[in-house]
């Protein structure tokens, strides 16, 4: 059962930091082209300042995953270092849980808000619907839940380990 959710976990993280890895890519592709546009074909593209933004926020949620997997998102660190073993275990539990809550209540309300977003659409794309921007919350919570399980079941605590 712990390998099954691990080898998810493991396809799952590594899916969303590929897309948020593409969408960075994304992000420095369209800046260098709005440059461009702007400072030597002296034609500004709006639609790259939109897009561009739309991208960071798509490649945080993505990248938000990782950043749980590695322990790098919630850290008590001190309260970690001075406990016992059961207890650091104990502690394990309880960010775990709370991490979960939290991520539930992002996917809930960031679904919430992206079907309310239907009706409106991007400034500078205007067939475009806000729905598509607004869905990275939803998408990257569903990302961060196998990470958070794989953080509790294999901890990876790379920033407590290397911090001095």
């Given at each position: ?31 260098l ?29 993505l ?42 209540v ?34 990257g ?22 911090a001095?």
């Amino acid at each position: 059962m712990k390998e099954t959710v691990l080898r998810i976990e493991r396809i799952t993280t590594g899916a969303a930091m590929a897309g948020s890895c593409a969408m960075l890519a994304v992000a420095a592709s369209l800046g260098l082209y709005q440059i461009i546009t702007r400072f030597v074909l002296e034609t500004p593209a709006e639609w790259t300042e939109v897009l561009i933004r739309f991208s960071l926020i798509w490649m945080v949620f993505l990248g938000i995953p990782m950043a749980f997997r590695i322990g790098a998102m919630v850290s008590v660190d001190v309260v970690y270092r001075w406990s016992s073993p059961p207890m650091r275990r104990v502690l394990d539990f309880i960010v775990c849980a709370a991490a979960l809550v939290l991520v539930a209540v992002i996917i809930y309300w960031g679904w919430d808000y992206a079907n309310r977003g239907k009706v409106q659409t991007i400034i500078g794309l205007e067939d475009v619907s806000m729905f598509w921007a607004y869905l990275a919350m939803p998408v990257g919570g569903l990302f961060c839940l196998p990470a958070i399980l794989g953080h509790l079941l294999d901890p990876k605590r790379i920033e407590l380990e290397t911090a001095q």
